[in-house]
């Protein structure tokens, strides 16, 4: 199973002590400290599993032109027209629909590049952590914003953190080109994932809806012929 980079500081770190509690409990002979190093392996296991990076269908098979794919796997909690009464700018400034995807502790958190083109912008702002599935995570808590350009079509793509995600790792910026489902980057814990698109994209998916990320086509633009 590959894992991400990112998570072998917090897959090794729970084994330090874990070992000096072993080497403890043979060298005394105190069952107890073995007993003891149970939790600390129990967490190092928890976040292999949690920093999990497997393969899906777009690492084998290009999706289509028309297909934009869920960045992140989780539950879809909106899809449709953005929550404008949530917040006075919760979207992008002009007319587009939402997909949100809520990130549980146990989903992977990989994040994949929703559709194919240049990131042409890229913004990083600071915020609050509140829990990812409140509607008023989307204005207030940190986040980093990503618009995706190829031709005349245009994606919005936002990371956003949740109560126990401190930080995003975002592994592209403006000048770079990414593929359909390609790996950009994740969000450690609980999070949220929105995807902003124009009216004429057909959105595919439904509010409470489980999506995995590179494979469950969320939306799709009109067919060119």
């Known amino acids: 199973m590959r894992i991400d980079r990112a998570g072998w500081p917090f897959i090794t770190g729970p ?6 509690l ?13 007993a003891l190093a149970w939790p600390f392996l129990a967490l190092s296991a928890y976040m292999a599993l949690f920093f999990r990076d497997p393969d899906r269908s777009c690492d084998t098979r290009a999706p289509g032109p ?4 869920a960045p992140a796997d989780g539950v879809v909690m909106v899809a449709g027209k953005p ?6 700018e919760p979207a992008p400034e002009g007319d587009w629909q939402q997909v949100s995807i809520f990130l549980s502790v146990v989903d992977v958190h990989v994040n994949r590049s929703p559709y194919s083109g240049e990131v042409v912008e890229s913004s990083y702002r ?3 952590f509140l829990a990812a599935y409140r509607k008023e995570s989307a204005h207030r808590n940190e ?3 990503l618009w995706l350009r190829e031709g005349d079509r245009t994606v919005v793509f936002r990371q956003i953190v949740g109560v126990l995600a401190r930080r995003i790792v975002t592994r592209t ?6 593929a359909t489902g390609e790996r950009m980057g994740l969000m450690k814990f609980g999070s949220r994932m929105d995807v902003f698109l124009p009216p004429e994209c057909i959105i595919t998916v439904r509010k409470g809806q ?12 009109p067919s060119a012929g």
Request: hydrophobic share 40%; proline share 8%.
């Open 66 to 69: 028309d297909e934009v794919l």
């Open 143 to 145: 986040r980093s914003e």
């Open 15 to 20: 084994l330090a002590p874990a070992a000096v």
């Open 126 to 128: 600071k915020g609050s």
């Open 210 to 221: 489980r999506v995995r990320g590179g494979e469950t086509v969320i939306a799709r633009w």
């Open 173 to 178: 910026g403006p000048g770079q080109r990414l």
């Open 22 to 34: 072993a080497v403890a409990a043979r060298t005394t002979g105190r069952r107890p400290l073995r």
């Open 83 to 88: 929550q404008q009464d949530v917040a006075p």
